[in-house]
């Protein structure tokens, strides 16, 4: 079945960069629509960005001009580019895989934004 592992998450100040990754495994990549979510302490998980089969994205209205979504086909591998980030980015980010409505989850990367 699919299989998802995220990583690259980690503590940074406030204004800096980083990059997770997600890699699938267990079916083929190209056929599904990959997402971001994240989850803040006492919130609920909330959507960040989706890159769709076809190549098209989307990201959150929190995000947009700051994180960017990317996959790599030959890489089996998603991607979420953070920029300026901000304390309240602060969160468990988790990878998600769906097709035709049957999702699958990673077992998220923290990423802690803080001086």
């Known amino acids: 079945q699919v299989q998802l592992v995220e990583s690259g998450g980690g503590l940074v100040q406030p204004g800096g960069s980083l990059r997770l990754s997600c890699v699938f495994s267990g079916g083929i990549f190209s056929i599904y629509n990959m997402a971001w979510y994240r989850q803040a302490p006492g919130k609920q998980r909330e959507w960040v960005a989706i890159?769709?089969?076809?190549?098209?994205?989307n990201v959150a209205a929190s995000v947009k001009g700051r994180f960017t979504i990317s996959r790599d086909s030959a890489k089996n591998t998603v991607y979420l580019q953070m920029n300026s980030l901000k304390p309240e980015d602060t969160a468990v980010y988790y990878c998600?895989?769906?097709?035709?409505?049957?999702?699958?989850w990673g077992q998220g990367t923290q990423v802690t934004v803080s001086s």
């Open positions: 890159i769709f089969s076809g190549g098209s994205t």
């Open positions: 998600n895989a769906d097709r035709l409505g049957v999702s699958t």
